[in-house]
């Protein structure tokens, strides 16, 4: 049980242009969810928190206007990539809370975005 | 948040055990303790985590120092698959996000 699927795991896209990501929990319902960002032989960094039904909350120095999220429904959120550069290139992970099915934050495989 | 001090990198044999140290000596008394750890292109996985009592289960055991300022997560026995950078994150039972430290490279060797 609790599991996230992260799609898509990796996507090109030109600069400019704008990708979206999704996360679905697929047994159980996410209330929150949670976006990181990891570069190369980094930790993750937390982007953001996204609440069902309300807007998400920021990290400091995480542009909201780039990166847009959407927690429409308690079983899928979206992050969206918004005019894409090559330093936004990352590997993209969300997160969802599962703990009160006794399994913990459950993360997706992630998405490793690069930008041409 | 609770800064936590881990060591950068680990080396163990198969089969063997390994204790994976970490100090967290601003946590506060309602922080629990999460172990979380990445395989190689792949999102983070739990592990287990704990209050006050040491821990366990099928993964792995988590014993908490009696002041909660240092915990260690212990691997049984070893394998190749465990291979993996560990994270340890103090986290408020009410809080909702994680924040990553460096956390410890873990090096099995065959």
């Known amino acids: 049980g609790a599991v996230v699927s992260q799609h898509p795991s990796w996507v090109i896209c030109k600069s400019g242009t704008s990708v979206k990501i999704e996360c679905r929990s697929l047994?159980?319902?996410?209330?929150?969810m949670f976006w990181y960002r990891q570069f190369p032989k980094q930790s993750l960094m937390l982007m953001a928190t996204?609440?069902?039904?309300?807007?998400?909350?920021?990290e400091q120095g995480v542009e909201k206007d780039k990166f847009l999220i959407n927690h429409a429904s308690l079983t899928l959120s979206t992050l969206t990539v918004t005019s894409a550069h090559p330093e936004d290139s990352s590997f993209y992970i969300c997160?969802?809370?599962?703990?009160?099915?006794?399994?913990?934050?459950?993360f997706g495989s992630g998405t490793r975005l690069t930008v041409v | 948040d609770a800064k936590t001090t881990q060591p950068n990198s680990m080396e163990s044999n198969e089969e063997e055990p390994v204790h994976l140290p970490c100090n967290h000596s601003?946590?506060?008394?309602?922080?629990?303790i999460h172990w979380y750890r990445q395989l190689p292109s792949q999102g983070p996985e739990y592990v287990i985590h704990?209050?006050?009592s040491n821990v366990n289960n099928r993964m792995a055991s988590l014993a908490i120092a009696e002041d909660r300022k240092s915990s260690t997560l212990i691997l049984h026995r070893a394998t190749l698959r465990d291979a993996a950078v560990y994270y340890c994150?103090?986290?408020?039972?009410?809080?909702?996000?994680?924040?990553f430290g460096k956390g410890t490279k873990l090096t099995v060797n065959p």
């Open positions: 047994d159980f319902q996410a209330t929150t």
């Open positions: 601003t946590i506060s008394g309602t922080d629990y």
């Open positions: 994150i103090p986290a408020q039972g009410g809080s909702e996000k994680l924040v």
């Open positions: 996204s609440n069902e039904g309300s807007k998400a909350t920021y």
């Open positions: 997160s969802a809370d599962a703990r009160q099915g006794g399994y913990g934050y459950t």
């Open positions: 704990g209050l006050t």
